[in-house]
């Protein structure tokens, strides 16, 4: 099975921008999908496919990929930023089909 | 409004059963595959099963297969984990989860999750 892994912390000013990376051979041939979750409240889908936003999701979340890294960029973070982001994508063994979930980033808005 | 709501979680003793509801609402529930994912206190996400939207096919984690099995009633608009041999390492949030329809994998939609803690 595939591993994905993710930076355990990173920090930002706000207003500025931040890129959480994920990493994983996963990512050579699926999407990645990423989820915001604060304390004590269940994850939310933030982004999905190359670069789509669900419905009131603000746009300054974006992402991008190349390789076997994906990107979650928060551009002029906000204190409502600061939360646990995971990264999710297929296993890349395809068969039978399962999914992994990075460790996780805590974003820290300063 | 389109919502999931778990519930069926609580306190078991190891070795003992438990089985999990996901209510459904708001959506046609019978044209989404559907997950389990929990979450142990103070850790990270760790998906565990999949189901298909007719109830045909499903996948499990390492982890659970053997043991947690997943089912669904389209008629009652309500998902199931089934969970027999409960071991201490299953002590987690266990939150549902809908399959956005498309080429791009993502759970868009989450219950708010339901406690399982298996302890003597």
């Known amino acids: 099975s595939s591993e994905l892994t993710q930076d355990p912390a990173v920090s930002v000013a706000l207003g500025q921008t931040v890129r959480i990376t994920c990493q994983g051979d996963s990512f050579r041939n699926y999407y990645a999908s990423w989820y915001q979750q604060k304390p004590g409240q269940a994850p939310v889908l933030v982004l999905y496919g190359r670069t789509t936003r669900p419905s009131g999701i603000p746009d300054r979340f974006s992402g991008s990929s190349s390789g076997n890294t994906a990107s979650l960029i928060i551009t002029g973070a906000q204190a409502e930023d600061e939360a646990d982001y995971y990264c999710?994508?297929?296993?890349?063994?395809?068969?039978?089909?399962?999914?992994?979930f990075g460790p996780g980033t805590k974003v820290t808005v300063l | 409004q389109v919502q999931l709501v778990e519930s069926g979680g609580g306190v078991v003793q190891p070795g003992r059963s438990l089985r999990l509801s996901c209510a459904a609402s708001g959506f046609t529930f019978s044209n989404y595959a559907m997950h389990w994912v929990r979450q142990a206190p103070g850790k990270g996400l760790e998906w565990i099963t999949l189901i298909s939207y007719d109830g045909n096919k499903k996948y499990y984690a390492d982890s659970v297969k053997g043991r947690l099995t997943v089912s669904r009633d389209n008629s009652m608009n309500t998902l199931f984990l089934q969970m027999n041999g409960l071991r201490p390492e299953d002590t987690a949030v266990y939150y549902c989860?809908?399959?956005?329809?498309?080429?791009?994998?993502?759970?868009?939609?989450w219950g708010q999750g339901t406690m399982v803690t298996v302890s003597s």
């Open positions: 999710n994508s297929r296993d890349t063994s395809g068969d039978p089909l399962r999914y992994v």
């Open positions: 989860a809908r399959d956005r329809t498309g080429p791009a994998d993502a759970f868009d939609l």
